[in-house]
């Protein structure tokens, strides 16, 4: 084994730094937080005129490596980065999947840092069991028509397309008859409404009501969209998203530090173990964007790397705020707020994380089932 | 080079070697055989046959000069077999010490964790119950003291070949300062969490293979969901001690040592190999301590009988790793290593 990054790797994360840097301060940061999204169109930019957004972008012949290192990047500088991630796994898809002129009307203006994407998959009474959705489009002359609705479509308030899940044929079986599409936001019939959360990030419910489109915006084939999500599930787990502890322990040792709590042995034995969980979480993410490297599926190793990373994530947030008393609970910005409130903050961020992108008990199927050889419990 | 996870050609030929031997020479039967003593003078015999104990030592005093990375391949095969034999304790011990009757392996070394107390007593020494040398900390020297192994050990939860030995009685020789102690002790540290990761590993599949082969309610207890969730959250430990493991190994190779590594918390980067060796030796005590208990745990009432291997490797789980001291001290003592001494940091 080896462990030692490539000088063309410690490059990239010189590059990536300095966009970062450059485009990132505390106003741009509270801005994200004010507005619930987690959204920077200058970082984009800047990350896509550098070319930094068609090395990280997921598939074939790329380097999971540069995906993994801009994100773990953004964690540790808290940069609104989510809008980017999104750009660049659907980007991978469509470079995968799409059509040339997809990939030259989308994939361009997503590689440049200029459009976003938000994913329309999750609905009502669709969520872990994704194959339920009801979300449909019918054939009409040579368009499809589309009606349904869609939970948790994070960050369509400011993506220029959405990347639609939809039944085409009800009839052809759990994981048949899907089509996926790549559609305009402001296509006449598509509509959102804000969904709140506990943390300051923003999600919507989007409503699809006779959204007319052409064949042209079929991702892959029509009734084989199950194999266009797969891919997309592929790029995204285990290696992006695995970072917060590191910052998480930055900021709880630099207020530790601050007022002389880093001297409580206590203390101290918790923030050994935070460390070490930091390690770990690393690791096993780089094992997972090094598998894809190497070409080999990476599906169960990025549920093992997503399970760990996520709770431990959850747990020390939830450590760090006890630990920090009465001042962990003050919010982002509030004067004499723990760690300037980014524990609390941590704590309610951590929560989604062990459902976001697939929960923790659909990983634990998929690692007992895939890794472990165990028999399908459903 | 860059980042990889796969077995280096070397370190899969060792893999592959030393998997094979272990698992031929020392099967579950001669780990019993073994006990309470938890020493088999056969299986060390045919270890010396492949010259295994002498591997550590450098190649100018006539050992294999192996590289860390090369050894914890063997001891996460020596982990994974459970095998009774002082091997790790006496490799790092043969750095200090390496005489050719030690090389060779006709004697056995050990080493004491802890200092000599005032009496000059060096306590539960691992590998002490058979060992023809110890090399400890005695009044603020290293030194190795050559006299006879009691050949008994006090009945202990890992049946392990623990003794107390002398610091002061038999043919005392000093070695150097106290602060050459620690590196051995990481050395130690590294090569006992790879001994530990191989204890997770096994236990983990024996579980697997229980839950699949068990059955209740007329199916396999492994297609229930509590199951499978409790043994899927092993991988990551069982990969995470591994990964640790062979990362302080590797930062040792390639000379990460006394301040030559990273220690960069604001950035998460740790390459220095001392808090790398604390944190692979406290992470894999915890992986091979709850996969050891999971899977004792499903295989029922039947776990905790002594017929049933399983006991076998919950013990040395916690007998293997505790030997170390209290993991709340260690984790304290990671804390400096990462952040500075307590004292220096407060109130800044
Ligand atoms: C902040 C946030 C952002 C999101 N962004 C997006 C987005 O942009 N686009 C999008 O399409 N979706 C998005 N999602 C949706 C997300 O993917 C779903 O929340 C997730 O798939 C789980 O679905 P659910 O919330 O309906 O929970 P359910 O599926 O109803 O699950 C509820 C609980 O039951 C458990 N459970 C379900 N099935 C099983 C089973 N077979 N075995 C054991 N336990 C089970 C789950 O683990 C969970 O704990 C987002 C969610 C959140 C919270």
């Not at chain 1, 007319?212 to 790029?235: C, K, T």
């Not at chain 1, 599926?297 to 020390?316: D, M």
Request: glycine share 10%.
């Amino acid at each position: 084994m080896d462990f030692r990054l490539t000088d063309r790797h410690e490059a990239l994360r010189t590059e990536i730094r300095a966009c970062i840097d450059a485009h990132i301060d505390d106003e741009v940061i509270a801005r994200a937080h004010r507005t619930g999204a987690n959204h920077c169109v200058e970082l984009a930019k800047a990350l896509g005129d550098v070319g930094l957004l068609a090395q990280a972008m997921p598939g074939e012949g790329q380097d999971p490596m540069a995906m993994w290192m801009l994100s773990s990047e953004a964690e540790k500088a808290g940069a609104p980065f989510d809008s980017v991630g999104m750009a660049l796994v659907i980007a991978g898809v469509l470079n995968a999947a799409g059509t040339p002129s997809q990939n030259q009307r989308v994939t361009a203006a997503l590689l440049a840092g200029e459009e976003f994407v938000c994913f329309g998959l999750t609905e009502p009474d669709g969520g872990s069991d994704l194959p339920a959705i009801s979300t449909r489009a019918v054939r009409d002359g040579d368009e499809w028509v589309i009606n349904g609705s869609k939970m948790w479509t994070t960050m369509a308030q400011v993506s220029d397309w959405v990347f639609l899940l939809t039944r085409t044929d009800p009839d052809a079986g759990r994981y048949g008859g899907f089509t996926v599409f790549i559609i305009l936001m402001d296509t006449p019939g598509i509509s959102a409404d804000p969904i709140h959360t506990m943390s300051t990030e923003r999600s919507n419910v989007t409503f699809y009501d006779d959204v007319r489109v052409g064949d042209e915006w079929v991702v892959g084939e029509a009734n084989e969209g199950w194999q266009v999500v797969s891919i997309m599930f592929g790029f995204e787990r285990g290696i992006a998203n695995t970072g917060a502890l590191t910052p998480l322990l930055r900021r709880f040792a630099q207020w530790a530090a601050h007022t002389g709590v880093i001297a409580d042995p206590v203390h101290r034995e918790h923030m050994a173990q935070v460390a070490i969980d930091a390690q770990v979480a690393e690791l096993l993410t780089q094992r997972t964007a090094w598998t894809a490297a190497v070409g080999e599926p990476s599906g169960t190793q990025g549920s093992i790397a997503k399970v760990f990373a996520t709770e431990a994530y959850q747990r020390h947030a939830r450590w760090a705020q006890a630990a920090a008393g009465p001042e962990g609970l003050l919010g982002l910005g509030e004067s004499g707020a723990a760690a300037e409130g980014w524990i609390d903050h941590d704590v309610r961020h951590s929560v989604p994380q062990t459902f976001q992108g697939g929960t923790t008990e659909i990983n634990r199927n998929n690692i007992a089932e895939r890794h472990l050889g165990l028999p399908r419990a459903r | 080079m860059a980042l990889d996870f796969s077995l280096s050609a070397d370190q899969e030929a060792i893999a592959d070697t030393f998997g094979a031997f272990f698992a031929k020479e020392s099967p579950v039967d001669v780990v019993r055989a073994a006990e309470p003593l938890g020493y088999s003078p056969q299986l060390w015999q045919k270890l010396r046959s492949l010259e295994a104990p002498g591997m550590a030592a450098p190649d100018q005093e006539g050992g294999g000069g192996a590289t860390l990375s090369a050894l914890v391949v063997v001891a996460e095969a020596l982990g994974e077999a459970i095998a009774p034999v002082p091997l790790i304790e006496h490799w790092v011990a043969s750095r200090a010490c390496p005489a050719p009757e030690i090389v060779s392996g006709e004697r056995i070394a050990a080493i004491a964790l802890r200092p000599a107390d005032a009496d000059g007593t060096w306590r539960l020494v691992p590998g002490g119950a058979v060992a023809d040398v110890v090399v400890g900390l005695d009044g603020g020297e290293l030194v190795a003291v050559h006299s006879p192994a009691p050949m008994a050990a006090p009945s202990n939860h890992g049946s392990a070949p623990l003794a107390d030995r002398s610091a002061r009685e038999g043919d005392r020789v000093v070695l150097g300062e106290a602060s050459e102690l620690d590196p051995l002790l990481d050395m130690w540290r590294v090569l006992t969490a790879a001994a530990l990761v191989g204890i997770a590993e096994r236990a983990m599949r024996m579980g697997v293979d229980y839950v699949l082969e068990r059955h209740q309610f007329g199916r396999p207890i492994g297609s229930f969901q509590a199951i499978q969730h409790g043994l899927a959250d092993l991988p990551a430990l069982v990969d995470g001690g591994r990964f640790l493991a062979h990362k302080a190994a590797w930062a040792f190779d390639e000379g990460m040592v006394d301040g030559a590594g990273v220690i960069d918390m604001d950035e998460g980067n740790v390459t220095e190999f001392a808090p790398l060796a604390a944190m692979a030796m406290l992470h894999a005590a915890d992986a091979a301590a709850v996969s050891t208990d999971r899977s004792l745990h499903y295989h029922g009432g039947y776990g905790f009988s002594l017929e049933y291997d399983i006991q076998l490797y919950f013990r040395r789980a916690r007998g293997w790793a505790n030997i170390v001291g209290d993991p709340s001290r260690e984790r304290r003592r990671l804390a400096d290593l990462l952040w500075g001494p307590a004292k220096a940091m407060a109130g800044r």
